[in-house]
């Protein structure tokens, strides 16, 4: 009875084996149509591209006034520089000042539309602001990940860049690339109506005090900190080639909020000025100048939304000193 036990126990293991093959086999097949499905979207993406995205197509029709002073850049310009306010400090009429900035607005996507509009910046003063996660090649998650770096890198960099640990961020790439060849092929830029408030936007609210990060140091635009990347190589070579194409360009490196102290936080401290070194060196090479904001006087911790942005009451103190600091 022993032996029959045994010899009807083996069957079943070699069923059980097989089909153990054959699942691994199935699971094998899935994940290789899998991506060769996303490396076809992507190679789509890439040659549908455009450098030019929806958030930044909708902000260029306000240079139909032909402004003399052109706020761009990230966020901390959106919402923080009021070109109304700005132009009453330089005594020019409305529209003379704009905000062109958008959400992780990066100098490829500007210079692009300097390129496609260049009688529109050839006589402006274009003021950017820049922030870590434009040149650190360690922040690779999808809401801030610079686009048209993305669509410089190929399918196989963008593959082996992002998989496994951040598909999303190619998921943005593929869905921002058909959004931005949509808005060109509508004329947008040219023919869609100008933003409110000349481009600017406000944060109504301020961030809770549990959401408020501790330090600076290990912020997500500073994680696994490199500098030596693409990120760095294509956003500092489309600064350098902006001077060339405007009147004068500023680069802008804006504050945190300041309940943050450089001198406790050497982690934040070293990356930060690292950072702004490396934008440094680029201006005294290519002809723009860097602001570098570190504190603003009379900007204190209750004008501030978050550790990065300014509230409604900050953005008129942001405002007049970051004018103030403009050479006309």
């Known amino acids: 009875m022993r032996g029959l036990s045994i010899s009807q126990r083996r069957p079943s293991l070699r069923v059980q084996a097989a089909s153990a093959r054959w699942i691994a086999a199935a699971l094998a097949m899935t994940l290789a149509a899998w991506l060769a499905a996303l490396a076809i979207l992507l190679a789509i993406a890439n040659r549908v591209h455009d450098d030019v995205p929806v958030l930044l197509a909708i902000k260029l029709p306000l240079l139909q006034s032909r402004p003399e002073l052109i706020f761009a850049g990230e966020s901390r310009t959106v919402y923080q520089v009021d070109p109304n306010l700005a132009a009453r400090l330089i005594g020019k009429p409305p529209g003379t000042v704009i905000n062109i900035a958008y959400d992780a607005g990066e100098p490829l996507a500007l210079l692009s539309a300097i390129r496609r509009q260049p009688d529109r910046f050839r006589q402006a003063h274009v003021v950017v602001s820049v922030a870590p996660f434009l040149f650190n090649e360690g922040v690779r998650s999808a809401a801030v990940y610079p686009q048209d770096v993305a669509a410089r890198l190929g399918v196989v960099e963008q593959m082996r860049s992002f998989l496994p640990l951040r598909l999303g961020t190619l998921i943005r790439f593929i869905r921002e690339a058909f959004g931005a ?25 301020t961030q809770p005090d549990d959401r408020w990060p501790d330090e600076i140091g290990s912020h997500a635009h500073y994680a696994d900190w490199d500098l030596s990347g693409p990120k760095a190589r294509f956003e500092i070579g489309a600064l350098c080639d902006m001077v060339v194409l405007v009147r004068k360009l500023d680069v802008v490196v804006p504050p945190w909020a300041p309940r943050y102290d450089r001198a406790r936080d050497p982690a934040w401290r070293d990356k930060d000025d690292q950072y702004t070194a490396l934008v440094a060196d680029a201006g005294r090479r290519c002809g723009f100048e860097v602001i570098n904001i570190r504190s603003i006087p009379g900007l204190e911790q209750g004008n501030y939304a978050d550790e990065m942005h300014v509230n409604a009451s900050g953005v008129p103190i942001y405002t007049s000193y970051l004018v103030s600091r403009l050479k006309r």
Do not use: E
């Open 181 to 205: 060849r949509l808005a060109a092929d509508q004329h947008v830029a040219d023919l869609g109506p100008p933003p409110t408030a000349l481009g600017l936007k406000i944060i109504d609210r």
